[in-house]
């Protein structure tokens, strides 16, 4: 690593190619790929292809499926290059990753972004982190998938932050049966039990000094709709329709962001992004699992289009 920086000094080496070894090794500490083909187009490399097969030869990355993604060899080998390569005053971690989210294979999203979310070395640029995600318009139905479910991981983390006063209220309170005194349902309407003001219902066996507490924790709940804030405003923010599904397991991804932009952003409308003809052509060879997902996120989003 000495060696190429000298070159670059020395104006022998192009500083892109510091550039690459950073973005390779920062993706793959979370086991993410890049599209080679994409990243060359990003940086100025005067050869490129010498470039990655020198890199190669000194085990720096390696190119895989036919030479279409460029990634590390182990992410623990990754960590340590990223370490020696990313400085926070030249060469920040988040300049970095703006610049590597676009290029990652787009299955890979969701992986790189919750590991990032958790690693403690980066906690300082959490928020920062988190504006770079949103900004993201993926380009598959893998890829929109992976960024909603990070982005409801991440709601859920910070609404559980949020309330963490109340959930040591609810254990001070009730103990092991904590849970009853929070409203931790999430789903839908009519998709979960709904627990309500139970202690109302159980007349004397809770002494009316406990109920009002009970019930004073209960409205100290940060409402349920925080959770899902982040992932709606993204969902909302959608613009251009991902390329068409071309497995009968993106089907699954795309059940499931018909199901949540329903829910979440029931004015707008992604169903039709997949043309009706076909989605009937694809019915056929869809796994009956997968087929029962799409039918239930289109009867919630579309159900004129379902039952024809």
């Given at each position: ?6 070159e670059v ?6 500083p892109?190619?510091l ?8 993706a793959?500490v979370?086991d993410?790929r890049?599209?080679?083909?994409d990243?060359?187009?990003s940086?100025?490399?005067p ?28 992410p623990?080998r990754s960590?340590?290059?990223?370490c020696?390569?990313?400085?926070p ?8 990753v ?19 979310w958790?690693?403690e070395d ?7 982190f988190?504006d ?13 998938a992976?960024?909603?479910r ?5 709601g859920?983390?910070e609404?559980?932050?949020?309330n963490c006063a109340?959930?040591d ?10 849970w009853f005194?929070i409203?931790l349902?999430?789903?839908?309407p ?5 627990l309500?003001e139970w ?11 406990r109920?009002?507490?009970?019930k004073a924790?209960?409205?100290a709940q940060?409402?349920?709709n925080?959770l899902?804030?982040r992932?709606?405003e993204?969902l909302?923010a959608l613009?251009?329709?991902?390329t ?6 993106i089907w699954?991804?795309v059940?499931?962001v018909w199901y949540?932009t329903t829910?979440?952003?029931?004015d707008?409308?992604v169903i ?5 003809n076909q989605?009937d052509a694809?019915v056929?060879d869809m796994?009956?699992e997968?087929?029962a997902d799409?039918s239930?996120?289109?009867y919630?989003g579309d159900?004129?289009?379902?039952q024809?």
């Open positions: 690593m000495q060696r190429i920086g000298e000094r020395r104006q022998r080496a192009s892109d190619e550039r690459l070894l950073s973005l390779v090794a920062v793959s979370y993410a890049l599209r080679t083909r990243v060359i187009a940086l100025e490399l050869a490129p292809n010498c470039t990655l097969e020198q890199f190669e030869q000194e085990y720096f990355l390696r190119r895989t499926t036919e030479g279409m993604y460029l990634e590390g060899l182990h623990i960590n340590i290059l990223s020696l390569l990313i400085q005053d030249v060469n920040p971690w988040l300049d970095i703006a610049q590597a989210l676009p290029l990652m294979l787009e299955e890979d999203l969701e992986t790189f972004i919750l590991h990032a958790v690693d980066y906690q300082a640029d959490r928020d920062h988190l770079l995600v949103v900004s993201l318009q993926p380009r598959t139905w893998s890829g929109i992976g960024v909603l990070s982005l409801l991981w991440v859920a983390w609404y559980v932050a949020d109340v959930l209220a609810g254990c001070k309170e009730l103990g092991p049966a904590w005194t409203d349902n999430f789903a839908a009519g998709e979960g039990p709904e309500g202690w109302t219902t159980l007349g004397s066996l809770i002494p009316l000094e109920q009002a507490r009970i924790i209960r409205e940060t409402p349920k925080a899902f804030q992932s709606q993204w909302q613009s251009t329709p991902p068409s599904p071309s497995a009968s397991e699954r991804e059940a499931e949540w829910r979440l952003t029931p707008k409308s039709d992004w997949i043309p009706e989605l694809s056929a796994p009956l997968i087929l799409l239930f996120a289109l919630l159900s004129a289009w379902h024809g």
